[in-house]
C-alpha cells in the first residue's frame, strides 16, 4: 500500500495541471466512445425497425425542399381528392403521423400524444407490441354517437387507464367528442425511428396509438390529412402509378413530392453517418496518442526526479510485475470512475426529460436508463481496457530502459 501511495502522490500526482489534463482527456475519449456506441446501437434499431419497409415497390412521399409551400390555399377538398385518387386506381399505402398533443390526466401530469396509423402501416411495421391485451383493430364505424375507438395507450398511461377503461376525449383530427376503449397496453420504452435518421426516435410511454380506417381519413380535419400525405409510403407500386400521383399532387396541392425507397433513404443516411464516424475516429485516434504521449512522459519525468526513492523500492523488494500492477491498479481506478461519472450523466439526461415532462423521451427503466444506455457501455470498457494495456505496457518497457545503479544512492 505504501508502495501504492507512493507512486500516486509522488509520480502520477508529480505535476497536478498535468494529471487533470490527462484525466480530462481520459474522460473525453471515453464520452466520445460512449455516444458513438449509442448512436450506433440506436442506428442498428432504427435499421431493423425500418427493414420491413424495404421491400420492392414501396415507395416513401417526400416532399421536395426547394418547394415553396403556401399550405393556406389547400382545401379539405383538395386533400380528399387525393385519397380517392388512390382509392379509384387501387393503390395501397401505409401512414403513421404523430405529435398531436392533448392534456389527459394520468399519474405523471405528462402531456399525451396521439399517434394515428392505418391497417397497411400496421402490419408493416411491427414496433407496436403489446404486453397486455389485444392487437389494435380497425373496423368500427364513426356512424353513431355512442362508438368507441379501440386504441392502445403507452406503459405510462396504464396506471390512470387499465385495460378495458374508456376515455372521452376531444379527439384534434376529427375536432369532436369521442370515446376511446383502451383494447392493449404497449410494452415499456416502445419507440419509432425516423425513417431518414435512423438513430433518431421517440418514446411512446405516453401516446394512444389510433387506427385510422377510410371513415376516420375522411372525416378527418385537414391537418391530419395533409400531415398523412407528408410521409405516406406507397405499396406495391409501379414507377408509372408513381408519376402519376406526383403529377396529382403537383397539379391539386401545389407541392412537389420526391418518391424515394427505403433503401435510397438508407444509403442517404449511410453517406453522412459513416462519413461522420470517420471524424470521430480520427479525433478518438489523436485523443490516444495524445493521452499515452502525456501520461508516459509524465510518469518517467517523475520516476527520473525520483529516481534515489524509485531504486530503493526496487532494491527492498519492488519488482518490475508489481509495478504492472501497480499501474494496472492505478488506470482500472480511473476508468471505474469514468465509467460511475458517464452513468451519472446518462441517468440526470434521462431523467431530466421527466423533470421537464417531455413525454416523447422519458423512459423506464432505473433513472430511466434503458437497455440502449446499457449496451452502450460495453464498448467504453473494452475501449478502456485496450488504452489501459497499451498505456501501460508502454510505460514498463519506457522504465525498463531507465538505467538503475547503486551510484544514484550515492
Known sequence: MKIFKFFITRIFFRKILIVISVLLLFFLSDYIVFTTARSTVSTFQGYNEM???????????????????DLGNIQKE??????????AHNLKYAIFTDGLIIDLPNNYDMSVSFAYLNEDYYKLNKQFEISQGNELVFDYSLD????????????????????????????????????????????SNIYHSNMYSLNSKQYYN??????????????????????SLFDIILLQTSEQEIESLGEVLQNKLDLKFNFYTQEDNFEYYKEYYFHSLKIIGVITAILIFILTCLTVWNSLAGI????????????VGLSYSKLRKIFYGYYG???????IILFIITAFS?????????????????????????????PVLLFDIMIGVIIV????????KVPISLGVLQ
Open 206 to 227: 405516453f401516446s394512444i396509438v389510433i387506427p385510422v380506417n377510410e371513415d376516420f381519413l375522411y372525416s378527418s380535419d385537414l391537418g391530419l390529412q395533409l400531415q
Open 144 to 187: 353513431s354517437d355512442d362508438t368507441e375507438i379501440p386504441v392502445l395507450i403507452g406503459k405510462g398511461l396504464s396506471e390512470t387507464y387499465p385495460l378495458g377503461s374508456e376515455i372521452i376525449v376531444n379527439e384534434p383530427a376529427l375536432q369532436k367528442q369521442v370515446t376511446l376503449k383502451v383494447r392493449g397496453i404497449l410494452k
Open 333 to 339: 481506478i480511473v476508468f471505474f470512475i469514468n465509467l
Open 350 to 378: 434521462r431523467y431530466g426529460n421527466w423533470t421537464r415532462k417531455d413525454a416523447s423521451f422519458s423512459t423506464f427503466g432505473l433513472f430511466g436508463i434503458i437497455g440502449m444506455d446499457w449496451l452502450s457501455l460495453c
Open 78 to 87: 383538395d386533400t380528399q381528392y387525393i385519397y380517392d385518387h388512390l382509392k
Open 51 to 69: 427493414k420491413s419497409i424495404n421491400q420492392k415497390g414501396n415507395y416513401i412521399a417526400n416532399l421536395d425542399p426547394n418547394n415553396s409551400m
Open 393 to 400: 505496457e508502454i510505460m514498463i518497457w519506457r522504465i525498463k
Open 304 to 315: 527520473r526526479i525520483m529516481i534515489k526513492e524509485f531504486t530503493i523500492n526496487l532494491f
